[in-house]
């Protein structure tokens, strides 16, 4: 094979995992968002529980 194939394969594994990446970074946020708003919705919860 061409050693021009290589470089063009290279690029595109590498565009492929930094496209990954930046889609696993991104799922992580959404859970630290999502984990905050649980637990600010259990808190809003316990305190309409102990109001009368």
């Known amino acids: 094979m061409d ?3 290589f470089m ?9 995992w930094l496209i990954l ?6 799922l992580v946020r959404r859970e630290k968002v999502l984990k ?3 637990e600010q919705l259990r808190r809003m919860l ?3 529980e102990e109001t009368p």
Do not use: D, K, T
């Open 36 to 38: 905050r708003q649980l």
């Open 46 to 48: 316990e305190h309409q």
């Open 8 to 16: 063009f394969m290279f690029y595109g594994f590498a565009a492929a």
């Open 21 to 26: 990446a930046g889609y696993v970074i991104s």
């Open 3 to 5: 050693e021009r194939n």
